[in-house]
T-cell receptor
């Protein structure tokens, strides 16, 4: 079955640590996106990539980094520069008719 | 800058009755609108969409209405079922799928 796989489902990070969230898709979609969900704020765009080896900042890119070395993979690194990283992170991909989302990763800073 | 707004954070409806979820937008360049449904700890799933050339789109129990002059869209669920209980996100984009913006979501609870 085609879809998007995000891992891990839950992630705990100590302050000052970098962590990387995985997003893999086997839908052959060119475009991939990372969103962050906070209560009462909907989904906010962190980074997106329309094609391999290219990506663009979204509305809240500060403290995050991404790479797109393969079409199937779009990992997100939450760096120590992100001051409030506790949130639910969603990866999505699209080829034209709306987004397909992964099941999300809940990141908690402890 | 919240370009897509869902002003009701929650809605409670009795089973069998109509659920109406509302969404307003500010960007007149938006021409494609979608509704997503999200269960806890899961990613959103696509529900229904409408392009700006239409004012209504229907899919089974779900109907989306678009009022371009008011920059307002609504999702009607008739009849509502307990399994419809979820968070519903409204989304909009200019030139389909380019930089989609989401509302804050409305939590729908359908009571048996």
């Amino acid at each position: 079955d085609g879809g998007i796989t995000q891992s891990p489902k839950y992630l705990f990070r100590k302050e000052g640590q970098n962590v990387t969230l995985s997003c893999e898709q086997n839908l052959n979609h060119d475009a991939m996106y990372w969103y962050r969900q906070d209560p009462g704020q909907g989904l906010r765009l962190i980074y997106y990539s329309q094609i391999v080896n290219d990506f663009q900042k979204g509305d809240i890119a500060e403290g995050y980094s991404v790479s797109r070395e393969k079409k199937e993979s779009f990992p997100l690194t939450v760096t120590s520069a992100q001051k409030n990283p506790t949130a639910f992170y969603l990866c999505a991909s699209t080829v034209g008719n709306g987004y397909t989302f992964g099941s999300g990763t809940r990141l908690t800073v402890v | 800058d919240q370009q897509v707004k869902q002003n009701s954070p929650s809605l409670s409806v009795q089973e069998g009755r109509i659920s109406i979820l509302n969404c307003d937008y500010t960007n007149s360049m938006f021409d494609y609108f979608l509704w997503y449904k999200k269960y806890p700890a899961e990613g959103p799933t696509f529900l229904i969409s409408i392009s700006s050339i239409k004012d209504k789109n229907e899919d089974g129990r779900f109907t989306v209405f678009l009022n371009k002059s008011a920059k307002h869209l609504s999702l009607h669920i008739v009849p509502s079922q307990p399994g419809d209980s979820a968070v519903y996100f409204c989304a909009a984009s200019a030139h389909r799928n380019n930089d989609m913006r989401f509302g804050a979501g409305t939590r729908l609870t359908v009571k048996p």
